[in-house]
Each structure stands twice: as C-alpha cells, then as structure tokens.
DNA sequence: AGGTCTTATTTGTCTATACATATTACACCG
DNA sequence: CGGTGTAATATGTATAGACAAATAAGACCT
C-alpha cells in the first residue's frame, strides 16, 4: 500500500506551492526527520531559482503551522511533535442533523428568568453571574431524542436574548447569528442518566450519555453556557488532524 | 467586568504586529462584525505609511488564521465562524497523571501477536490489516485505575514493536518517542462498562464510561489504533479555542 | 581552562516595483 | 430587456535590495 516514494519535485500551481509541497513531502516522508535542519534560505533561493523573500515566505508558512522551528543564525529545523493535538468541530445541530440527511425537531421544555437554579445546573454556572436566562430544550433525530441542551444566558452580555422565545429555534442557532465570541472552552465527559434524563432522552435509566459543555467568552465576559447530553450510542465526535493545518 | 474599549492603537512591536493587532481588535470587539468588508491594502498603505506588500501579508496571515476571508476584485471580509472549533490536545497519559501530582502505574494484561481477535475488538480494526500486535493494558492514577487501553500495531509500518515488549513502558508512550505520523483520527463517545471492563476498571457493571478511540497514518499507511476507555468520573476531555489560533 | 569580546551568518522585517489573475461594474449591442 | 464584451480594480505572487536583530562560533585575554 505504501507508495514508493516517487516523489521528486512537485510540478503544478505557483512556486510557493511548490517549495512547500516539496519541502512537507519530505518532513512527512520521514526523510527530513525531526530536529533535521532544513536548507537555508539562501541555498532554497538558488536551488528554486528564486527570491529570498519567497523561501522566507514558505519557511515562514511552515513554521506558522507548526511543522518547523527558526532560529536566527542556525537555521530552520524539523519541529517534533509535541502532544496529539486535534481540530475538534462542533458543528449547530440543526446543519449535524439535517447534513447526516434526517429530519430535524426541536422542543422548548422549560424557560427560567433571572438566575433560577435548578439542582442539576452543576458547574455550567461556575462563571455565570446574573441576570441569566436558563432554558433546557431537546433536539431530535428523526424522530428520536437526540440531544438535551442546558443553556444559560448572560444577559448583560446578550441583552437581545430576552426578547426571543426560544419556542421555535434553539438558542444555539440563535447565537450563533447573534453572538460573536472570543474565546472558549469545551469539557467532554461521560455519566449515566438520572431518571429525569432518562425520561427526556427516552433512554433507560443508567445508559451511557456523552456530555458535552461549552463556556464562552467574548473580550473576557462571559457569554453563555451550555452542557449537550447524548445518548451514547446516537452520537460520537470526531476530531482530525494534519500536520499541515488543513482539516 | 467589560473593559471600556479603551483601545485605539496598538504600540509595541513590529509594524506587522501592531496592524495585525489594531485589525483582530477591532474584529473580536464587535467593532467590525462578521461580513465588514475590512479596508483595502491600498487604504492601510496609507493609514499606517506601509508598503502594500507589508498590508498584504497581514490581511494574507488574517486570512490563514480562518479569521478574515479574501476575494479578488471585492476586498477582504471578516469571516463568518462556521462551525465551534477548538484544539483538542490529548495528551500521553503518563505524562497528564504525573502532571497532576499524581502517582502514576502501568500494566499490561494481555499481549497477542498476529491479527488474534478479540470479539470485544470492535471497528478499531476496520483500517488494520495484519501482521499486528494486539495489546491491552491499564494505566493507575494514584493507585486507581484510571484508563484500560486497547492497541492494535501495524508490524508492516512499525517492525521495531515486535521486539519490544510491553511489560514496563506503555505503546503510547513508546509509540510518541519512535514512530512519526501524518494524520490521524479521533473518536470519541460513551458506553456503559461491561463484565470485563467493570472488571479491569474496578466500577460497577453499567457504569458510564468515556471512550476515545484514535487511528494513526503515516502519508496513507495505517500505523496504529487506539481505544481508552476511561471511568466516567474519572477523566474528562478539555478542549480550547481562540480565534488566533494561538492556544 | 575559563570567561569575555568580536565577528560572521542567518533570519526578521520592510520598501518599492512589476506583472498576473480574478471578478465586479458598466457600457454596448442584438 | 437581456446577454456579451470590456475596462477598472483588488488581490496574488514574485523580484531585488536594504537594514535590524539575534546568536553560534571563533578569537582573545586572563
């Protein structure tokens, strides 16, 4: 399966492309081994026929993406692989649903104003202060329950929220076209279902949910949280990577 | 808690930096919303008294970062975020226990050489052909069992694990250390511990369990799988996300 | 041998210019 | 009115040259 390396210089597209796609063809091969020092910028120039500025242009792409380190007078070296990193997409799910080609539903179960606490609410509120609106809403899957969704808002942050009903489209979706953000932070974890998930997922007590929680900021303020709950065997999250950067 | 906008130009740096700094600014504040058709490289020239190449590579390096979008003839935009993406780093497990003060203990329970399959398998083989070396074992976190792993190698791209064994250095650890990859896959879901993982894991039977699975490349030839099954109350995934990309 | 100074080398950043390419907007014509 | 061609414009890519900043390596001195 293995192809027999029968790369020697790549042909098409512009001369940027080309040095790069040469220069990672050999990283990835293994025949530029980590730690390797890549030719110089001076010696890419005459090699490609080129100007300093393109070679420093691709070395400088390389190491923005992380395939190579710099350093001033010693030259450009092969980075090696610090931890298993991933680009991880969580996409609305709405577009999940309807992109898998099922019929999407959405309900409202409950609104609360103004910092109602509800036992369950757990750490989704660790950084939340009021005033916040707190809904709980389900989205199905052709047919079938397919996520819970806790959500609080702050609404010093997103005043607009208040105004909505959340009856027909899921905050989610809402935010999304609403609300931009600065920063974030996923946590992704495991537990069975409580009886009352159990009964709003239409699962059995005990089974197996992934959870999913997001806190959002924008400059520093909290925005919103959100905890998904998913029966285990309806969803899995799927994270790629490439070296290169390109999902 | 919000900061009153108090920016109005940055000031240290290079002039790169500051240009990049004012433009992702104004992005992140709301200040140019998604859709903003941001100047044209012939206005920062002269805003800032640069040359157009120098406005160019901080509009292109905007662009990489997924941050602005660019179109011949029409100007560059702030991009519209998609989808919630975020780097998701998973870490060697050794290294995480110890990073959290915590003593940290490996076994391996069970070594088969040659494709033997285990019914328990499951889809980790589905890129896997043989000859392979199936392994399992567990790794303790202050004396608890904190993960049960489940490794499958390639011996075609890893000839060097067959003289290897396994007893005191753990494959993922071993595997960081020795073998490069290009692209990898990651899984991640739930599922109530059975029997035997109730067993190994030392939880009761039916207990949520969070599941991450990982398939490895090296320029398109399958290197390795991985399943972690992890106690539910035990470990939990962390994922982070700004727009710079910077984590 | 060990510490310090100097120098050469490499990358970092920027300017100024040139031509290529894609695409919008508009004028023109059937 | 609608389709077509054309020009204007913004980005894409590349060149050539300049100076700044960091630092590895060697020279020098103690």
Known sequence: MTSPLKRRASTGGTLHQRMRNDIEGRILSGEWPPGYR???????????????????????????????????RAGSFVARPKVHSAVLQIPDLKAEV?????????????????????????RLEVHLREPIIALRCRHDAAG??????????NLNAVPDAATQDFSQVSPSTWLVDHVPWTEAEH?????????????????EVGAACLV??????????????VRFTHPADLYDLVARFTPSGQA
């Not at 030719?39 to 005459?46: N, T, Y």
């Not at 999407?104 to 369950?120: K, N, P, S, V, W």
């Not at 397919?146 to 808002?153: G, Q």
């Open 187 to 203: 946590r992704i974890s495991a537990r069975n279902a409580d009886a009352t998930i159990a009964a709003e997922l239409s699962v």
């Open 144 to 153: 079938q329950p397919f996520a819970l969704e806790d959500r609080l808002l």
């Open 212 to 225: 999913i929680e997001r806190w959002t900021w924008r400059s520093g303020e909290p925005i919103t949280a």
């Open 38 to 72: 890549l030719p110089f910028e001076h010696e890419l120039m005459s090699t490609y026929s080129c100007a300093r500025m393109t070679a420093n242009k691709v070395l400088s792409a390389l190491a923005a993406s992380g395939l190579v380190e710099r350093r001033r």
């Open 98 to 122: 309807e992109n898998r080609g099922e019929q999407y539903g959405y309900e409202l179960l409950e609104r609360q104003q103004r910092g109602a606490t509800r036992d369950d609410r757990g």
